[in-house]
C-alpha cells in the first residue's frame, strides 16, 4: 500500500512544484504536517525510504498536465531544473519543520549542511547528485533547436528557413546600398560605379595588391599610384549645411548594407564587434586585399 501512496504522491508533487507559493496554495494547510512527515522520514531514514526520494525525482521529469495515451512527454531540462531546485527547498523545509516539533533540529540540520559528506544525508545528496548532472547536460545543450528538413530547408527554433532566404536578403540588401549610393551622388560631380572602381584600382595592372601581413602597410591605398587614387575620388558638389547631416547618414547607410552583405557572403560569420569599424589605415586596419584573387578582405583578429 505505501509504494502505491508514494507513487501517487510523487505524480502530485510534480503540480506542486511549480513553485513555493503556487505549492503553499495548492493543497489545504492541513497536509503540511502529513508531508513533512513523508520528508523527514525520507531524509533520516537512510535506506528504508531513499528510493521514494529517487521515485519521485524520477517521475518528475514527465509533464502530467498533458494527457497521453501511453508514457506522458518529458519536460525541457529548464523547467526540470527548476523542479529540482523546488524539490530541494521542498526537502529542507519539509524536514526541519518536522524536526522542530521533534525538538532535534540541531542535530537535522548537519544532515543538510555538514561540510563532511559522510554525515549528509544520503537522500538528500542523491538530489544534488541528479542537479549536478543535469546541470552537465545543460552545457551539453545546443542553444538553438537547428533540423534538416531537406535540401537547403532547416528549422532554426521552430521557424523554417531555407537557402533561398538569404540570396532575397542579400539581393535586397544590395538593391538598398545601390540606392544609397545613388542618392549620396547627387553631391558628387563625379561617383563612380563600385564595380568600376574595382576594375580602375584593384584589378588594374597598374594594382601592386602585394603586403606582408607580418609589417603591412599604413594604408590600404598605399597599394595604388596617385593617378589611380586620383582617378576614383569623386568631386564633392555643392551643397549647404542642412546637406551634411543627410550625406553622413547615407555613408552610413551604406556601410550598414555593406556589414550585412559581408555578413552574409563570408561563411564562417564575423563577431560583431569586430564588424561594426572598417579601417583601411592605421594601427587597427582591418581591410586588406587578396593577392591572389584581388578581393577585398576584412581581417579579423578572433
Avoid at 540606392?179 to 584600382?201: F, N, R
Avoid at 595604388?224 to 558638389?237: A, L, N
Amino acid at each position: 500500500m505505501l509504494p502505491i501512496l508514494v507513487c501517487w504522491f510523487a505524480g502530485l508533487l510534480v503540480c506542486w512544484f511549480a513553485g513555493l507559493l503556487v505549492c503553499w496554495f495548492a493543497f489545504n494547510a492541513s497536509h503540511i504536517p502529513t508531508i513533512c512527515k513523508i520528508f523527514y522520514a525520507i531524509i533520516t531514514d537512510e535506506e528504508k525510504y531513499r528510493g521514494y526520494l529517487n521515485l519521485i525525482i524520477r517521475l518528475s521529469c514527465y509533464d502530467w498536465n498533458k494527457p497521453s495515451k501511453k508514457l506522458p512527454s518529458t519536460i525541457s531540462y529548464l523547467k526540470f531544473r527548476y523542479i529540482l531546485d523546488s524539490l530541494k527547498c521542498w526537502t529542507a523545509y519539509a524536514t526541519l519543520f518536522r524536526s522542530v516539533q521533534l525538538n532535534n533540529i540541531s542535530s537535522t540540520l548537519g544532515l543538510f549542511i555538514s561540510s563532511n559528506d559522510s554525515e549528509q544525508s544520503k537522500a538528500y545528496r542523491s538530489i544534488k547528485y541528479f542537479y549536478k548532472r543535469l546541470l552537465k547536460s545543460i552545457t551539453k545543450v545546443p542553444r538553438h533547436s537547428f533540423i534538416p528538413l531537406g535540401d537547403n530547408k532547416y528549422s532554426l527554433n521552430g521557424k523554417q528557413f531555407q537557402k533561398e532566404y538569404l540570396v532575397d536578403l542579400y539581393s535586397d540588401a544590395k538593391k538598398l546600398f545601390d540606392s544609397k549610393l545613388e542618392d549620396l551622388g547627387l553631391y558628387y560631380k563625379d561617383l563612380i560605379d563600385v564595380s568600376v572602381v574595382a576594375e580602375m584600382t584593384i584589378k588594374s595592372p597598374k594594382c601592386v595588391p602585394f603586403e606582408s601581413r607580418d609589417q603591412p602597410m599604413i594604408s590600404i591605398t598605399d597599394l595604388f599610384t596617385i593617378d589611380t587614387q586620383r582617378s576614383v575620388i569623386p568631386t564633392i558638389g555643392f551643397y549647404n549645411e542642412d546637406d551634411h547631416n543627410r550625406i553622413i547618414n547615407l555613408v552610413v547607410d551604406c556601410l550598414t548594407f555593406l556589414i550585412l552583405m559581408i555578413y552574409i557572403s563570408s561563411g564562417s560569420p564575423y563577431r560583431f564587434p569586430e564588424m561594426r569599424v572598417l579601417k583601411f589605415a592605421g594601427n587597427a586596419r582591418n581591410l586588406f586585399i587578396n593577392p591572389i584573387d584581388k578581393t577585398v578582405e576584412l581581417i579579423t583578429t578572433f
